[in-house]
């Protein structure tokens, strides 16, 4: 009672500043695979039946796996030939191999009462193509004082900024003064989760391989059987057992040589993949051997291949943190605005697409979920997840921040198993729950324990009810 007598008080001087995105101000079109068979396709009406993901049928002759995915449709045929039938509301054609439609648009949207959507489309048959669909159709406009709730909890805790987007489109935006949309933040740790971009390029270009032995590249590494067992797979994972040099202070990084103190000044406390110790050594590591392999920059490497995509301004990207020989701190030291993130995370969900784009490889980001990381399963890639622990979590051996705790079996036990995110100190967050088609992005300078991401995601959840 005491927190929401605080919080009223807050609403009653602040005068909560809300925003909403409505459809019509969205994204236009943009691209999707149709993933599966594709050929001639004349028209038709898909059902779209509740959450993304799930079964749906076509009102015709075959049945197809219907997915809502941030801005991307996706239909998956389980029939090679679809049946041409009189009822004008059935697809009809010859489907057959791989590839995409395109010109296609939905020419009518009607909603029914009980949430489902019949979807209007008609495309130019008989050329290659590209599915297309403004998913803003999809996305019912939600009223902004719905957000009010986690806007005010976020507020209480010092917040700057929370943004809410819904099958791919912006839907909420609440800005504090003195900060304002397109302001740079430091997203301090949340930095770290740029390093699965890092490695899924390096992957693509052939930079690197997630089980390569580090001591190849860092050769100072060489001779110690402990750092030797030490992969790419293990940085990633933060299961390598290396700790942080105690040389080593984030306040003062302007003033160190981070590659050399993670090289040569780190200590490895146990075998590599037996343990989880959070910090920043792996990230400067990663780093280091980036640079040696390619002689580039990572930070400008991660700029110039995916952020400057996303809408990262230039000037963002150089007030990113870096020590006393010019080295980007990988492991906290961008600046980004708002959007820029949430676009970030927009990516991700979407498996490396960006209006129609791949610039990152889906296959490697799956693994965000997917990999298996026996020292700590709630981490995996430079994100954290909400996957069962399932035991993996060593009490006395383990060392995580207090809001990456396990509570049972997972970080988050009112929340799926699916959602990730990526989290710095003053809780910034870029969550994503892909079985809702949710990103949420919350700025601020929190102090102290008290602040709940639970609570923090139930209220934004509760919008949509």
Known sequence: MKLSSQMAGVAALAGLCLATTTSAQSAGNSMAAFDGRTGLLNSCVALFAGAPRERAVLEGNYDVTLQLLNDQLQFGLTAATVRTSTDTR??????????????????????????????????????????????????????????????????????????????????????????????????????????????????????????????????????????????????????????????????????????????????????????LIYGSVNFYVLSALFERKTGQDPAQYLYDNVLKTLGMPEQHHRLWIRDIKGKPQLAGGAYLDARSWLNFGLMIADGGYWKGRQLLDPATLAMINSIDNPAYQGYGLSWWRNNAIVGSYQAGVDSLPPDAQPMGDRILPDQGADLYFAGGLGRQRLYILPSQNLVIVRFGMTLGDSFSDQELLKRVQQAFQ
């Not at 048959?125 to 999809?138: T, Y």
């Open 90 to 275: 059935a697809c009809s054609g010859h489907f057959e191999g791989d590839t995409y439609l395109d010109k296609i648009e939905v020419t009518q949207v009607d909603a029914q009462t009980d949430g489902r959507y019949f979807l209007q489309m008609q495309a130019l048959p008989g050329e290659p193509m590209r599915l297309r669909l403004n998913s803003a159709l999809l996305t019912r406009e939600i009223p902004a004082e719905r957000f009010a709730s986690a806007a005010l909890y976020s507020r209480f805790f010092n917040g700057d900024a929370l943004l809410v987007a819904k099958n791919g489109h912006i839907v909420f935006e609440d800005y504090v003064a003195p900060f304002a949309s397109g302001d740079p933040h430091l997203l301090a740790s949340g930095t770290k989760s740029f390093s699965v971009a890092l490695f899924a390029l390096g992957v693509r270009d052939g930079i690197w391989t997630l089980d390569e032995p580090v001591h190849q590249t860092i050769t100072e590494w060489q001779g110690d059987a402990g750092r030797e067992a030490i992969t790419i797979r293990h940085l990633l994972n933060l299961s390598s057992g290396l700790k942080d040099s105690d040389r080593y202070n984030v306040l003062r990084v302007p003033q160190l040589d981070i590659y050399d103190l993670a090289i040569n000044h780190s200590t490895q406390e146990f075998a590599a993949g037996t343990g």
